[in-house]
């Protein structure tokens, strides 16, 4: 071990004795109430009137232990590579793709050389605590990191009677059909080690359906496994150890093992971790304990059930491999993980996934659910934490108010740029459709009765800390007009009434709005008064954009359940579209990020990427947007010598360099040469219009250094290396995920570059139009002839009319679209009645013209600014005392 490497590792140590000891110093608060997890499960109670939930073990026997930058490898790997989750797999298509057959060669676990450094390893240590009870540190795929955590497992004496009480259960098939999960915890406790929980008479007899297996013990008490019951499925909490795959394990023969068609002997088992964001596909290496949730469904309780949970199942595997982002370009995860457990056949010695999927017989997808365990509390408990009388008694006494608000912001911005990314900077486009906030898991530390320490964890909160669960409903558009559908969501979910969008503007009210009107404040001082008030501007100043009014809910009063709190605007309309709520988040972003920062709060990027515009707002490819990634990383990367030719750039205007870069790099593939068009500086545009010619530009192309081209183009072979997801060939979710948007994307713009010859402001409006305007109603949809005979009236006037531009700006074609709209040309060119129908259908959204439609400009947000936090990943700016200060 380094010399460094110790220091940091025992530092890390201290620091988190020091966190211990004042975790233990703070009594009746919210310490003891666990954080719901994968489950729907019901909402938590009020902060000062914690849910008794004594018999689960408290969140300090689930403390985690982060593993600092310094303990990366010598060769600058990540903790996951050698030591935490092994056996990297060589083969390409298996990391692509996800193999169809599990591929056992060459698969081998990574072995050091000799006479290399041995990398840090954190001790898996198990320790006997009072009662019996174990105490076992395991690892953690936490949203941002991988760490190791203290696990409380419970007193393990009851496993033993827990698995022979649930192998009675075998007989009439009650395991299998309804307690698969427990029954795995039984069967294969030398792989899946679950919590064991002691249960109250109180709760055992308010909850006996939750406990499907349980055990007496001494004093009265009962015990079961640590569990979690929704509508369709039970989840257990635990860990999964992964045996050498020499080991060969007797099962026997049961009513378990028949249905699964499992062998009485187990050989060659492996652990599989699919991936997800920044981590690929890899071999968990033997020894190797990883926190974990198993999930099972009820057979045979609900028609619907079975559709559900391969729904689930299939979604979560195919999300294992989608191309997130965040607004730095890094690699995001917005969804749990997954793990599956293989075994050798032994009649054919191929590799088989244990629990096979009877029903459809995937290669890879197994009937119970292993997923990475998410510790922190739900989006609701942290709602409910900020509007406690509790914190406010606190602020009365203190007047942190801005402390507190900035909390707030902080915790909607993140929202902001997490619905953004998963709906839009994808390989394919999302809708959760059932976003309700307790489906909003928030990794925090555990909330205490230090407030201030709540608020500053709650405002250095990243958006890499944050997953999305419960996604049996997620939608998927299949082609460009499918963007334009009515209650997508009810597609999929007939109960489903709100949209992704809809979700987020109740969270904004119920942050913003409502609890500034209602505080229960005694004595207000003046800095609570311009808090308050600072609050309430920024919600009527939101409300006021066209496009977030238009995918908002109007509160109709005080109930108990969100959905009857509340009621889509326009309801004739049958609820918003994919592209109304892409358009409504991007348009509320812009302001909200722009306000945020007046009140002194450092983001580190804007909350609507430059990814979810190139794909949701103008609709161009995959490919497009991730070319768009490259560019702006690689500059980023290479500012010093390119800020003097690149000034601050809107999307729009990044949407052509990385337009004229895709063609650049088409007619040039052979070379480093590498083109874009960037907008003119102030004292070129006034040269241009001084000069003789007749027809100029907005932009000027210039030529990037070699360098900088060649690690564009590596990074583009990168991302087409992984532009095949498991969707596309291995598993086919039930959500029939298709690329056909991306291709038609494609085949657009090519058309309109190299048949048309249009410049690329224009193929950037001409793509938009194809994916804006079709597939409404056929009263306002667009025909090809009409779209095409609009770009060439707007290219022809750009050119011949005042502003003299054969590649105009979006502020010019805006100008120039007002120009055609007031003379009359576009209902010429529509026609009376299609013009007509679309005036109709701007009032929808408050508008009453056609390029109010069509133009969305973002008037706060640029790229390659100075402005944003660079040292945001380290929360080091947010956090210290110096940047919460009074404005």
């Not at 497992?153 to 496993?159: I, L, R, S, T, Y």
């Not at 489903?496 to 004595?523: G, M, V």
């Not at 502003?803 to 805006?814: G, I, R």
């Amino acid at each position: 071990m380094k010399l460094s490497q110790l220091v940091f590792f025992l530092l890390g140590i201290f620091l988190e004795l020091v966190d211990r000891n004042d975790a233990i110093k703070v009594k009746g608060g919210i310490t003891q109430e666990r954080g719901r997890m994968l489950s729907r499960g019901r909402r938590a109670a009020s902060p000062q009137g914690s849910i008794n939930r004594g018999t689960l073990p408290s969140r300090n026997a689930y403390q985690q232990h982060l593993l600092e930058d310094s303990m990366l490898g010598s060769d600058g790997s990540d903790f996951i590579s050698d030591v935490t989750i092994g056996g990297i797999i060589q083969d390409k298509k298996i990391i692509s793709k996800a193999p169809s057959r599990l591929k056992t060669k060459p698969v081998f676990a990574r072995v050091q050389p000799e006479g290399a450094t041995t990398k840090l390893q954190v001790t898996q240590n198990v320790s006997q605590r009072r009662g019996g009870k174990i105490s076992s540190v395991v690892r953690s795929i936490s949203p941002r990191r991988i760490s190791v955590i203290d696990l409380n497992m419970g007193p393990q004496e009851m496993v033993g009677a827990l698995s022979q009480e649930a192998r009675k259960l075998e007989d009439d098939k009650t395991g299998v059909n309804k307690g698969s999960a427990e029954l795995a915890c039984g069967r294969y406790n030398f792989m899946f080690h679950c919590e064991v929980v002691e249960i109250s008479k109180e709760m055992f007899e308010k909850k006996k359906d939750k406990y499907l297996y349980t055990v007496s013990g001494s004093k009265d008490k009962r015990y079961a496994w640590n569990t979690a019951q929704g509508t369709y499925g039970r989840v257990v909490f635990g860990y999964i150890e992964v045996p050498t795959v020499d080991q060969r394990f007797k099962t026997g023969h049961s009513h378990f093992s028949e249905f699964y068609k499992l062998p009485e002997t187990l050989t060659g088992v492996k652990v599989l971790f699919h991936g997800g964001g920044k981590y690929p596909a890899k071999y968990l290496l033997p020894g190797m304990k990883v926190s974990v949730a198993i999930k099972s469904y009820f057979r045979g309780l609900f028609k619907i059930g079975r559709i559900v949970w391969n729904r689930e199942r299939e979604i979560l595997y195919s999300l294992s491999k989608e191309f997130w982002t965040d607004g730095h370009g890094g690699p995001l995860t917005h969804t749990p993980t997954v793990f599956s457990v293989h075994y050798q056949d032994p009649i054919t010695n191929k590799q088989r996934v244990l629990f096979e999927d009877q029903e459809n017989k995937r290669a890879l997808v197994s009937e119970l659910l292993i997923m990475e365990r998410i510790t922190g509390q739900t989006f609701f408990e942290v709602l409910v934490y900020l509007q406690d009388v509790k914190i406010f008694e606190w602020l009365e006494k203190t007047n942190a108010w801005e402390l507190w608000n900035k909390a707030i912001y902080k915790l909607q911005w993140t929202l902001n740029h997490l619905l953004q990314s998963f709906m839009a900077t994808g390989y394919i486009l999302y809708m959760h459709c059932d976003l309700n906030r307790s489906n909003i898991l928030l990794s925090i530390p555990p909330l205490t009765m230090d407030h201030r320490r709540n608020l500053l964890n709650i405002i250095s909160m990243e958006p890499w800390d944050v997953r999305l669960i419960d996604l049996s409903f997620v939608w998927v558009p299949s082609a460009l007009k499918s963007r334009n559908t009515h209650s997508i969501c009810s597609q999929v979910n007939k109960a489903a009434i709100f949209s992704d969008a809809n979700y987020l503007y109740i969270c904004i009210i119920e942050l913003l709005k409502t609890p500034q009107r209602d505080l229960p404040i005694s004595k207000p001082t003046p800095l609570y008064k311009a808090v308050r008030a600072k609050a309430l501007e920024l919600w009527e100043k939101i409300d006021s954009i066209n496009e977030w009014w238009s995918v908002g809910v109007n509160f109709i009063g005080r109930n108990s359940s969100t959905h009857t709190r509340y009621k889509i605007r326009k309801p004739e309309l049958g609820g918003n579209t994919f592209n109304e709520c892409i358009e409504g988040i991007m348009m509320m972003s812009d302001v909200f990020d722009n306000e945020a920062k007046k009140l002194g709060i450092k983001l580190p990027f804007h909350s609507f990427s430059p990814e979810a515009y190139l794909r949701g707002y103008l609709h161009l490819s995959f490919r497009i947007s991730r070319l768009g990634l490259c560019l702006r990383t690689k500059i980023t990367e290479n500012w010093s010598s390119l800020q003097s030719v690149i000034l601050p750039t809107s999307y729009f205007d990044f949407s052509v360099m990385v337009l004229s870069l895709d063609e650049s790099i088409t007619s040039n593939k052979d070379s480093n040469i590498c083109r874009i068009k960037v907008p003119k500086s102030e004292r070129q545009m006034i040269e241009t219009h001084s000069s003789n010619n007749q027809s100029g530009s907005h932009y000027i192309e210039i030529t990037l250094p070699n360098k900088v081209c060649q690690e564009i183009k590596s990074c583009m072979a990168e991302v087409e290396a992984m532009k095949s997801i498991p969707g596309d060939e291995v598993i086919k979710p039930a959500i029939s995920v298709v690329t056909a948007e991306n291709h038609e994307s494609e085949r657009i713009l090519q058309e309109l570059r190299i048949e048309k010859r249009f410049p690329e402001s224009i193929q950037v409006l001409g793509v938009r139009l194809f994916g804006r305007f079709q597939g409404i109603n056929s009263n306002v949809d667009l025909n090809k002839e009409q779209i095409l005979s609009f770009l060439a009236q707007l290219s022809l006037s750009a050119q011949t009319g005042r502003f003299k531009s054969k590649n105009p700006s979006e502020s010019s074609l805006l100008s120039i679209c007002n120009e055609l709209e007031s003379n009359g040309t576009l209902k010429s060119i529509f026609g009376a009645q299609k013009y007509a129908s679309m005036v109709s259908y701007a009032s929808n959204y408050r508008l009453n013209k056609f390029c109010q439609l069509l133009f969305k400009q973002l008037r706060n947000t640029l790229l390659f600014s100075n402005h944003l936090d660079p040292n945001f990943r380290s929360g080091s700016t947010l956090t210290s005392k110096t940047a919460i200060v009074r404005k």
